[in-house]
C-alpha cells in the first residue's frame, strides 16, 4: 500500500504542468517553511522563487521531508518524491535549467532534523543518482558553473564529515561565525541567521543606527567573500523585504510567496 502511495505521488509530481513556471526568477527569493505549503516546489517555482529550503527527517532509512516528526511516516513525502524528481524532470525539460535562460543556481537548502552524520550519509546516497543535475565540488575546491542546482545543508549540519569528502554533493549553510574560518564559497554558498540576533526593529519607525551599522558590517565581511546572507524570523512584510534588500540581504526568507513575487516584479516608483 505505501509503495502503491508513493508512485501514485512520483507519478502526480511528474505531470504537473510546465505552464507553473514563473518567466521571471526572482535571485532574491527563498521560500521558507516549506511544510505550509500542498506542493513547495511548485508554489516557489510558480513565484519565482530560486532557492527553496527542505526540512528533512532520517527514518526507516529514508529522507522525509516534515517539519516536526508525524505519528504516522507512510502519509509522509519523501525528499525525492517531493524535491529532487520533479526538479530533475524540470531540468530535463528545459535544456538543462530549472528555469528556461536562467543560468544562476537554483538553491536547495536542506534542513537536517535528525543527527547530522547518519541523515548526511543517506543523503550522500540519495544525491548520487542526481548528479546531473547537482553542481558538485571537487577535489580543486570549485562549483561546476555548468550544472544548475545547487544544494547546501542547514540544522544538524554534518561539517567535519562534509569538509573530509573530497568530491562534496552539497554544501553547508553558514552562520556569521563562520566567515572567520575560511571556507570557501563553494563549500558554503550562504551566510544564515536569526534576524532577532541582529536587529530589534519590527519592521514599523525608524532602525536603530548601531544595530544598523553592525548587520551592515556582517553582510558586508560575506559578500567580500562571495556569500549570500539570509536572515530568517524577519518581519514578513514589504517594508522588511525593502529594507533587506537595501541593506544587501542576498536571500529574502519568506512565507508570502506570491505576495514577495509581486512585489519584486511591480514597478518601483
Known sequence: MINQKMHLIKYLLLILPLGL????PIPQAHAHNDYEHDKPLFEALSHGFTSVEADVHLMHNELYV???APENWS???TLEDLYLIPLQQRVQQNSGRVYPGYNEFFYLMIDFKTDADQTYVKLKEVLKKYESMLSIVGEN???QPEKPVKIF???NRPITQLLQDQEKLAGLDGRPADLEKGYPVSVMPVISDNYNNHLSWDGTGKVDRKERKKLKDMIN?????????????APDTSEAWDFLLSMGVGLINTDRLGDFSNHMNSPKK
Open 66 to 68: 516534515v517539519h516536526d
Open 141 to 143: 575546491g570549485k562549483d
Open 75 to 77: 502519509h509522509t513525502p
Open 153 to 155: 545543508i542547514s540544522g
Open 221 to 233: 565581511k560575506a559578500n567580500d567573500q562571495g556569500k549570500i546572507v539570509r536572515l530568517w524570523a
Open 21 to 24: 513556471v514563473a518567466q521571471n
